[in-house]
């Protein structure tokens, strides 16, 4: 099975403008609500690709149960932690550039995080637990490598779409995947990246610390995937960008899906690859039918 686990999930309201005037009357000419967060939106995407998952963390108030509403309307099991604030908004508006405005997370207490690590105590060496995106206010980085800790003793495959501190926080526990973009990985190693062959250096370095698989996401430049045995290059194929949010969630989930029946790395990056840009020329998440037809744009070149 899959887990996914948003331990800051959201309502994502997508407000569209003609042209956003500040300190005047704005009027939308779209606006629209999806169950948010980057767990949720791995969750949302496997449901389209034809898996099955279930979705954990942390939910309250108003907006929680709109998102459970959201998700078993959508057919995907969830097994969320209550909490006492509201989940929060997250402002993305779309005028000529897209701004986003994210809202501040709930509280979450001492017994949250044990009830926690009981959910994920129950999986197996079988399972997936994917763990993705911010912390709530005053959880500390190290909650996430608590639950990397205990998934390494348990042997259950970690994906972890995190950065910063709390991506270094887990990289001992050797999770089985890390995805950060670019300038995600200088920031790990105080540096600015210009150059693909930077990307490789850096990334086999993040290889060091301890994860089996690194993918590095370049925008539409393209991506890589590095591990013991091989360095991937992928291109994204050409397409209007009309959607950023989720696209790097959609990479995980194709990855995840791909690997779990196929157990082959490549064909898994490929087809992370081809979810992701599916995302991103699309007004919402992808669509299997969406990611098909994208497939044979994509060529995977070993490179090292």
Do not use: W
Request: proline share 4%; aromatic share 8%.
């Amino acid at each position: 099975m899959i887990y996914t686990c948003t331990l800051n999930p959201s309502i994502d309201y997508l407000v569209g403008l003609e042209d956003m005037k500040f300190g005047s009357l704005n009027r939308a000419n779209k606006t629209a609500f999806y169950a948010g967060g980057k767990g949720i939106n791995v969750s949302r995407v496997l449901k389209s690709l034809g898996e099955t998952s279930t979705a954990l963390g942390y939910i309250g108030g108003f907006t929680g149960a709109f998102i459970q509403d959201q998700l078993e309307q959508a057919g995907i099991l969830q097994d969320f932690i209550k909490v006492t604030d509201p989940t929060r908004i997250n402002i993305k508006l779309k005028s000529g550039i897209e701004t986003e405005i994210n809202g501040i997370g709930p509280m979450i207490s001492e017994e949250q995080k044990y009830e926690l690590f009981e959910k994920i105590s129950a999986l197996t060496s079988e399972d997936f637990l994917i763990l993705a995106g911010s912390l709530p206010p005053a959880v500390s980085p190290e909650f996430y490598g608590a639950i990397a800790k205990l998934c390494f003793e348990k042997k259950i495959r970690l994906i972890a779409d995190t950065s910063g501190e709390a991506l270094e926080a887990i990289l001992q526990y050797e999770p089985f995947l890390v995805k950060p973009n670019e300038h995600e990985l200088g920031e790990l190693f105080n540096v600015e990246i210009s150059s693909i062959e930077e990307v490789v250096f850096y990334g086999r370095k993040l290889l060091e610390k301890g994860p089996i698989n690194v993918i590095v996401s370049l925008g539409s430049k393209g991506a890589l995937l590095i591990n013991k045995d091989v360095v991937a290059f992928a291109n994204v194929p050409k397409g209007e960008l009309k959607n950023s949010v989720g696209a790097g969630d959609s990479v995980v989930a194709g990855f995840v899906a791909s690997y779990k029946k196929q157990s082959e790395y490549l064909e898994a990056f490929k087809y992370g690859i081809a979810c992701g840009s599916a995302t991103a020329f699309s007004l919402d998440l992808c669509d299997k039918d969406s990611v098909r037809k994208l497939l044979p744009e994509i060529e995977v070149k070993t490179i090292g």
